[in-house]
């Protein structure tokens, strides 16, 4: 459905160079502080890497060697949330260097964020300059930081696949069905959040013609033209929605549940009041976005006036999340599917002010709030990075002294703003940057376990799997229980990381049997390498 809006007012920049140069300004922005620490301090993210890691050390399906062997094993099924893995380790073979590879990473995926935000402004008007600059906060906002790789760049891939669905409009090709159904289901392997929200989004596509019909146009047209669309949008997405069902028959504990609707209004109007999608470290980070919130609300407020002005492609689209999200679908964990789907009702209002902006004057103002908040972003976000940077140092420094072991760890910090981990805990996983530099092996991640689906490309062997056996080791320390594990798996894990502040990682050391431990004292945080015999 192709509805670029074409309007006769000038752009805020008028000259595709002056529009290249500041594409260019905020992809710098975005990327350099990336590059200003070793590791990108995330939640998850060690996880990613170290899977990652394995395939490109061992190839995908390959033979595993100790202490590899012992823990993992390879999933044969093939299954959504892969694409990162493919293109980590794909870097990590160019590159040589683990670390270095997760920085490219980012730095592509800053690029592709840039791009794909152009993309898909450039396909609703000829002034893309202020959708594209209010797309932006969402790239290294809350999830590229929860290490949620394959979600986070769910979000550029849809805005690239709203961009190529705007150019297809009604062709209706063998190729642009081809292109159609291999973009879907790339969204598909990328992540089930990307794949819904493409989904609603053709659905709106039909929807939204189908309001827009001439009133002389017959209803029974209409009605065809409306059923077309779908049996196409259906019949191109169906081999992404396959994987998807295969993937929820497989792990039924991931299937969705109903909760009270009235919770469920609560918790969207909260979730999308509180853009907690947006903010990672630190409250400055609110303060940081201030002026691009204020600009978006400004625009909205001037779009909600002129909503008949414009396509209803994105209003629609913007509605049909909010309902879903209503519905208030939850994994057998608790995790709602609004919470993965509220950063696509900023994509939805953003290019929904596309086709409805201020006059010129006023979207330079806007624009230059948001060029400003993107760049405090990146100064709050870059002092978070250095503030993570010693405990990662500590932690990879273990792991090269370590090698070939197996390793365990705990965060006894709290989630805090002055800690630097205000929505994500990077201390959580972060003895598998030690399992990284040691060629060893990360035992207690709950992610790879089956105990959580354990649909990730390498998985912990069931008999061997050490969050299975000891699902609160950490929260509910038992001295017995553990020893009887470690002699069970030959000492495993032989390396017990503890982040803390005080006493709580010594005491818990201690408590489990480790006695030689080795700390690192920061200015906000402790990290324990603790070995020893039961």
């Known amino acids: 459905m192709t509805a670029k809006t074409a309007i006769a007012e000038p752009a805020p920049v008028s000259t595709a160079t002056g529009f ?40 995908w399906g390959g033979a595993l060697s100790e202490p590899t062997r012992t823990f993992y094993e390879w999933n044969a099924r093939i299954e959504p949330n892969y694409s990162v893995y493919i293109i980590l380790a794909a870097l990590i073979r160019m590159t040589g260097d683990t670390l270095v590879a997760q920085s490219v990473y980012l730095t592509l995926y800053g690029l592709f964020s840039v791009l794909a935000a152009y993309w898909a402004a450039r396909a609703e008007t000829d002034r893309p300059l202020l959708p594209f600059l209010l797309l932006l906060p969402i790239a290294f906002g809350l999830y590229i930081h929860f290490g949620f790789f394959n979600y986070a760049l769910g979000l550029p891939a849809f ?32 992540h089930l959040a990307t794949l819904v929200a493409a989904c609603l989004l053709m659905a709106t596509g039909g929807l939204a013609r189908a309001l827009s019909r001439p009133a002389s146009e017959p209803a029974g047209t209409t009605a065809r033209r409306l059923v077309g669309d779908g049996v196409w949008s259906v019949a191109a997405a169906l081999p992404a929605l396959a994987l998807i069902v295969a993937f929820l028959i497989a792990y039924p504990s991931a299937t969705t549940d109903a909760a009270n609707l009235r919770y469920s209004i609560f918790s969207v109007v909260r979730r999308l009041i509180t853009l907690h999608y947006l903010f990672s470290y630190t409250w400055w980070e609110v303060v940081a976005l201030a002026p691009l919130i204020a600009a978006m609300a400004y625009a909205a407020i001037v779009a909600l006036k002129r909503w008949r002005g414009g396509d209803l492609v994105w209003p629609l689209f913007t509605v049909l999340v909010l309902l879903v999200s209503a519905l208030d679908l939850r994994t057998a964990q608790g995790v709602p599917l609004a919470e993965r789907l509220a950063p696509y009702s900023w994509i939805g209002v953003a290019l929904a002010i596309a086709s409805r902006q201020p006059g010129p004057q006023v979207a330079r103002i806007l624009c230059l709030l948001s060029l400003v908040a993107l760049a405090a972003q990146s100064g709050v976000r870059t002092i978070a990075y250095f503030a993570w940077a010693e405990t990662s140092k500590a932690a990879l420094a273990t792991g090269r002294s370590h090698p070939g072991q197996s390793f365990a760890g705990a965060d006894l910090t709290e989630l805090t703003s002055a800690n630097y981990a205000w929505h994500v805990q990077p201390g959580v996983h972060i003895h598998q940057l030690a399992a990284l530099t040691s060629a060893g092996v990360g ?35 038992g001295l017995v229980s553990l020893a009887a594990f470690r002699r069970e798996h030959q000492g495993a894990p032989k390396v017990l990381i503890i982040v803390a502040a005080g006493a709580s990682g010594p005491a818990l050391a201690r408590i489990h049997g480790y006695r030689d431990c080795v700390t690192s004292d920061g200015a906000r945080r402790s990290l324990l390498a603790c070995t020893g015999a039961n």
């Open 159 to 190: 805005l690239a696949f709203a961009a190529l669905w705007r150019r297809i409009g009604d062709q209706r090709t063998p190729w642009t069905f081809a292109a159609l159904a291999v973009a879907l289901f790339a969204l598909g392997l990328t």
């Open 20 to 59: 290249a140069l500041i594409c260019l300004a905020v992809a710098l922005v975005l990327i350099v502080p990336v590059w200003l620490v070793d590791i990108v301090p995330t939640q998850d993210g060690p996880i990613h890497l170290t899977q990652a890691d394995m395939i490109a050390r061992f190839g």
């Open 443 to 477: 035992m207690g991640s709950a992610l790879p376990s089956m105990r959580f689906y354990g649909y990730y490309p390498l998985r912990y062997v069931p008999a061997q799997d050490f969050v299975f056996a000891m699902p609160k080791w950490e929260l509910e320390p």
